[in-house]
Each structure stands twice: as structure tokens, then as C-alpha cells.
């Protein structure tokens, strides 16, 4: 019994440590979509128009609440008009 237990503590402290490297991955792709935006002088509901979503899930995504996929991040790289070494140039 005792083996199960160190099994689920380690898997306890994996998701935590997991959780906290997403989060700040988050907020990181966050702040350079906002830069970016910024830069440009697009307002997040230009922005949101241009990819046929909320304004509200833009403001959602620069804050860092969800999850952006590689394909979306495209997306977003194609609406700014910025090259991928562009964007990530902070």
C-alpha cells in the first residue's frame, strides 16, 4: 500500500508543476498578442472581427485564461500581418 501512495503523490506534483509551467505559457503568448495588437493600433474587437471571434474571448486570451493552439496562434500571427520572427521578438 504504501508504493500507492508515493505513485499518487508524485502524480499530484507532476500536475501541479505542469499547471504552473501552462499558466505562465499562457500569459506569455498573451502579452505578446496584446503587444502586437498594440503595435499595430488594432482594438481587440478589430481584432476579434478579423478572426471571427468574441471580443471578449481576444480579451480572454491576452489575459492569459485560455489556451491558444499552434494553428490559432497562426491565425493570429496572419491578422497582426506579422512574420513569426516578428511576433516573437519581444
Known amino acids: 500500500m504504501p508504493h500507492l501512495k508515493i505513485r499518487k503523490l508524485k502524480r ?3 500536475i ?3 499547471g504552473a509551467i501552462n ?3 499562457k500569459k506569455i503568448i498573451g502579452k505578446i498578442i496584446k503587444a502586437r495588437r498594440e503595435e ?13 471571434i468574441d471580443r471578449q474571448y481576444v480579451w480572454r486570451i ?3 485564461e ?3 493552439t499552434m494553428d490559432y496562434l497562426d491565425k493570429f500571427i496572419l491578422a497582426l500581418k ?5 511576433f516573437f521578438n519581444i
Open 23 to 25: 499558466a505562465n505559457s
Open 66 to 68: 485560455i489556451n491558444v
Open 16 to 18: 501541479k508543476s505542469g
Open 62 to 64: 491576452e489575459n492569459g
Open 40 to 52: 499595430k493600433k488594432i482594438t481587440q474587437s478589430e481584432l476579434a472581427d478579423l478572426l471571427f
Open 82 to 86: 506579422c512574420t513569426h520572427e516578428d
Open 12 to 14: 499530484r506534483t507532476h
